[in-house]
């Protein structure tokens, strides 16, 4: 695989033809396809061929792309999210009718809630026989209509040039998201005048970037009045590539930011006005900012359960200011006092603007907030309340101590791609995350098997010279390890780390706590498979951490190792849990910093009135 030593920006195509070459050329549907992607600058496809794609997978031979062969087709999804996640680019995958464009529905749905830019080109049967149960025949337009922004069955090869530039366009602007082109066999094989489109035609379709200026006003009106402000910081930041625009806000009117699990890094970990993750698993402090605040200023955030808890809890004092491109997120689950809709890095720009030029005439100070005493209550709130990890000196080894110790090894410049479990978490709390898109994992439909594909495609998008490490549980490996062999033919070096607590952790957690330990099918036995063996049969070394006393020497030597995919296997502590937790449906005041501290209060509660955990009132309503 041939690797960039850096990224290239959005639509470059390096030596990709310009659209309006060749014009009128007699050449097939499929050709049409190829021809197509190029202009869009694509530069990388992940796919897999069969039947009634087939008549793509010959001219893709000498298209101006590359291709990465998977095994299976989500994981080919996976990788154009990686891809998509770490560049800020559309992800392309291809793939061929029936269960091959079935078993991309999950990444589908996952990008979806995600919000990334994923073109999906899938074969369909001949159109005269769609609707007669051909064989791998499935209404794929159908069955992903509710998971997509855009879906459009093909039936001319004289529209596959605009529908693949109009879904290319709808994709990667307004709030992203996947789109999918399905093609019929016989308009692969047809032949058409080659001709780029002019202009996109989508009447229907214009995202609103821009914010109304009074909503503008109104919004810093309520900053400026503010005495406990926080901004609620979401992965609509990192899509709309925000960092500078977010920071120079913050630092002007010096406001603290909570940074959701989907924007972790989006202002440093390390910045004065970063207070932390909110959350169900999140930093105490950023959880109990939004518990006390009387304003958040919401951007690129919806407001989601795993982040409000208990939703008529959820920041009682605050007023809203809500920023987002999609008007439907507005107001949809919390009421909002200052709703503006549009792209958050040019609202954001907007706001700037103002801010300027209140600055330029000497009136700034009128909208800064004082916020003195407020930052202070934060700043003790992160000093007395940090994350707790009791690793002993020698022996078993902590599964976050693991993980400080990925990063303190492959470090800042690395980029990091988790699965979903407890290692997605742990992850998420105790690496320090520097900038947008460091941090890549499946935050609203939590696909467990996302890590290992993604952080292929992540590889790929940004080049030999930037690390990419992916950090897996056991269970999420085995859902889509298959996939290493297309990182070793590919020739494509991603560190995957596998945090191996013979369970499956976040379930076992769960039964613990709220079934009385009671155990059911969790347990994933630590040498089924043996990674070590697994890792010399896909050709790639492996690693095998299993005390503390071995870490740090077994990852410097892992360390040395950069020119080809390799495996670390960390044998951890199966009792450890993720904490803090707020429990499900419970209010995030009743966030718990121990496994000692809920089992204090589920004995209290229950010596009242011989209450089970379930009804606790802190129970799994939503698993």
């Not at 007669?132 to 069955?153: C, L, R, W, Y």
């Amino acid at each position: 695989m041939s690797l960039a030593p850096e990224a290239a920006g959005p639509g470059s195509a390096g030596t990709a033809p310009r659209p309006h070459e060749r014009t009128g050329e007699v050449i097939t549907g499929a050709q049409a396809v190829m021809r197509s992607l190029e202009a869009l600058g694509v530069d990388v496809v992940f796919g897999y061929p069969g039947g009634a794609i087939l008549p793509a997978y010959d001219p893709l031979i000498d298209a101006g792309f590359e291709h990465v062969l998977v095994r299976h087709e989500q994981g080919a999804i996976h990788m154009a999210e990686g891809y998509a996640h770490a560049t800020g680019r559309v992800g392309v995958c291809i793939v061929t009718s029936g269960p091959a464009a079935t078993n991309l529905v999950t990444g589908l749905a996952d990008a979806h809630m995600d919000s990334l830019p994923i073109l999906a080109i899938t074969g369909q049967v001949a159109t005269t026989a769609i609707g007669s149960d051909a064989f791998q025949e499935a209404d794929v337009t159908g069955i992903t209509m509710p998971i997509t922004k855009h879906n459009e069955i093909v039936y001319s090869a004289d529209r596959i040039a605009g529908a693949l530039a109009e879904a290319f366009h709808i994709a990667r602007s307004g709030r992203p998201g996947p789109v999918l082109i399905d093609l019929p066999k016989d308009v692969l094989n047809a032949t058409v005048e080659w001709r780029w489109p002019d202009q996109l035609d989508l009447p229907g379709y214009r995202p609103t970037v821009r914010g109304h200026g009074k909503m503008i006003r109104e919004a810093l009106d309520l900053i400026a009045g503010a005495q406990r402000p926080v901004i609620y910081a979401g992965g609509g930041l990192v899509r709309a590539g925000a960092d500078a625009e977010l920071r120079e806000f913050a630092e002007t009117l010096g406001l603290p930011v909570v940074t959701t699990l989907m924007a972790r890094g989006i202002l440093p970990d390390t910045h004065e006005l970063t207070v932390g993750m909110p959350g169900m698993h999140g930093h105490y402090a950023a959880v109990k900012a939004f518990q006390e605040t009387d304003l958040l200023v919401t951007l690129g955030a919806r407001f989601d359960d795993r982040v409000t808890g208990d939703l008529g809890s959820f920041a009682p004092l605050a007023k809203v200011v809500h920023v987002d491109v999609d008007p439907a997120e507005i107001g949809k689950n919390r009421a909002v006092d200052v709703p503006i809709v549009g792209d958050v890095k040019v609202v954001l720009g907007q706001l700037l603007e103002v801010l300027e030029d209140k600055r330029a005439k000497g009136q700034l100070e009128e909208l800064v907030p004082d916020v003195a005493a407020w930052r202070d209550h934060l700043d003790r709130m992160k000093s007395e309340h940090p994350l707790r990890v009791d690793q002993p000196d020698t022996g078993v080894l902590k599964p976050q101590t693991a993980i400080r110790a990925i990063h303190a090894t492959w470090g800042d410049e690395a980029v990091y791609v988790a699965g979903v479990g407890q290692h997605q978490m742990w992850s998420a709390q105790h690496i320090p995350y520097s900038r947008g898109r460091q941090w890549i994992n499946s935050g609203g439909l939590g696909t467990m098997g996302f890590a290992v594909p993604a952080a292929i495609g992540a590889k790929v998008g940004v080049g030999r010279d930037v690390p990419v490490v992916a950090i897996d549980g056991d269970g999420c490996f085995q859902m889509t390890f298959q996939e290493l062999a297309a990182a070793v033919q590919h020739d494509i070096p991603v560190v995957f780390c596998v945090i191996n607590n013979g369970y499956l952790g976040m379930v076992r957690q769960w039964q613990h706590l709220f079934y009385d330990d009671r155990l059911s099918q969790v347990a994933l036995p630590q040498d089924l498979p043996d990674l070590m063996k697994l890792a010399d049969a896909y050709g790639m070394p492996g690693f095998r951490v299993t005390t503390v006393d071995e870490l740090d020497a077994t990852l410097a030597e892992a360390k040395r190792i950069t020119d080809q995919p390799i495996l670390v296997e960390f044998r951890v502590d199966p009792d450890e849990m993720v904490f803090p937790m707020v429990p499900s449906g419970a209010s995030n005041d009743e966030i718990l910093e121990s496994a000692e501290e809920w089992h204090a209060r589920a004995a209290a509660v229950a010596a009242v009135d011989d209450s089970s955990p379930q009804d606790l009132g802190v129970g799994p309503e939503i698993i």
